[in-house]
């Protein structure tokens, strides 16, 4: 396991705020094969302007996107990783939404494996991210991958949100 620390993305632009705190730890996989592990204990929202804790039921949206993003950091790491993530945290609706949940651990990852990218690509990625924020407010499931998005349909989302 390397490194377990909280780790953070924030950025401002336009006025519009987004961060998103992840802890996750990755370690070599021998498997050969890739794992996201999922082990989520937060309580959700708990009050206005707290930040939120992805809990084991709800915040679905989440973690759909989560696992986009980590999928997509998977497809550009050399070798076999597994990924356990134990927390995501943000502010709902107002700093983080699942586009910026799903972008944090993949920058987490990233960072923990030693993989740098292009400023270029960094710089496309956090376009897609800025893009997500649309007005009306939609819930939206990013694509890494293909930098698109799809409206998130919540079907039994039991979270508080």
Aim: charged share 20%.
């Amino acid at each position: 396991m390397i490194n377990t620390s909280p780790y953070r993305w924030v950025k401002i632009k336009n006025g519009i705020g987004q961060v998103a705190i992840v802890t996750l730890a990755v370690a070599a996989n021998e498997n050969n094969k890739n794992d996201i592990l999922e082990y989520y204990a937060g309580a959700g929202f708990t009050s206005q302007g707290s930040i939120e804790e992805v809990p084991v039921d709800g915040y679905e949206s989440w973690k759909i996107a989560v696992r986009n993003g980590l999928s997509y950091g998977l497809s550009l790491a050399r070798g076999f990783w597994k990924v356990s993530i134990y927390k995501i945290e943000g502010r709902a609706f107002i700093d983080t939404n699942p586009t910026v949940a799903g972008y944090t651990p993949f920058r987490a990852f990233c960072s923990q494996i030693g993989l740098q990218l292009e400023d270029d690509k960094i710089e496309m990625l956090e376009q897609f991210v800025d893009s997500s924020w649309t007005k009306p407010y939609k819930e939206l499931i990013p694509d890494f991958f293909n930098l698109t998005f799809t409206e998130y349909v919540p079907e039994n989302d039991l979270g508080n949100r």
